[in-house]
């Protein structure tokens, strides 16, 4: 049975750095053509694609944010983490994690955590 | 980035009629390899999405096959034979053929 979760804090001051975890189960990272992707969503508002990171290492980012952005993985505890420097009030979303196998089509996702960037 | 359009942005159906959306992409979606990256997900009201349909037409696990995609290139289809009352929620599409992949704006369907 595959499940994610996401994890972090519900509330970031702006100009903080942010750090999501998402702890899954039911595959592992270190499968070839596994990978792990992020999705944002603002209230009321269309899903965006953010980045995902490979059973190889690899890792891509969306464009508007590559700057402010890292994923990584740590296999040997089933998560990947995701970093967003220099948050602000627009950064307000729910956060998903979701597995994509071959990369591209997300099967599983986790239940969202809502992050609120506000001082 | 690729911009991905879908139409209508909202939908009311009476129960047990089709429903159809419409989705265009600014590219085409056909790669090299053959297949077309299109997806369709549904997120039901205050539920994360969920996968609908792959590479344009291929059913996820235990999606009901009322559900049906079609399309090529740049124009798509979600087509749903008789809507039911589960099917309320917004639809979006999805393109996996360039990083970054995109959604599109979503569908808001509910019922007449």
């Known amino acids: 049975q595959v499940t994610l979760r996401e994890s972090g804090p519900a509330l970031v001051r702006p100009t903080q750095t942010l750090t999501l975890t998402c702890s899954f189960s039911?595959?592992?990272?270190?499968?070839?053509?596994?990978?792990v992707t992020w999705i944002r969503q603002p209230p009321g508002k269309a899903l965006e694609w953010l980045a995902r990171?490979?059973?190889?290492?690899?890792?891509h980012h969306t464009t508007s944010l590559k700057t402010r952005l890292t994923i990584s993985k740590d296999t040997s505890k089933n998560q990947v983490l995701l970093t967003m420097t220099n948050v602000d009030p627009v950064d307000t979303a729910t956060y998903y994690c979701?597995?994509?196998?071959?990369?591209?089509?997300?099967?599983?996702w986790g239940q969202g955590i809502l992050v609120t960037v506000s001082s | 980035d690729i911009v991905m359009t879908q139409t209508p942005l909202s939908l009311a159906v009476t129960l047990g009629q089709p429903a159809s959306i419409s989705c265009k992409s600014s590219?085409?979606?056909?790669?090299?390899?053959?297949?077309?990256?299109l997806y369709w997900y549904l997120q039901k009201p205050g539920q994360s999405p969920q996968l609908l349909i792959s590479?344009?037409?291929r059913r996820f696990s235990g999606v009901p096959d009322r559900f049906s995609g079609s399309g090529s290139g740049t124009d798509f289809t979600l087509k749903i034979s008789r809507v039911e009352a589960e099917d309320v929620g917004t639809y979006y599409c999805?393109?996996?053929?360039?990083?970054?992949?995109?959604f599109g704006q979503g569908t808001k369907l509910e019922i007449k």
């Open positions: 979701a597995r994509a196998v071959g990369g591209r089509e997300a099967d599983y």
């Open positions: 039911g595959f592992s990272l270190s499968t070839s053509g596994m990978c």
């Open positions: 990171v490979d059973w190889d290492g690899d890792e």
């Open positions: 590219q085409s979606l056909l790669h090299s390899d053959g297949k077309t990256y």
């Open positions: 590479e344009v037409s």
């Open positions: 999805m393109q996996g053929i360039l990083l970054p992949y995109t």
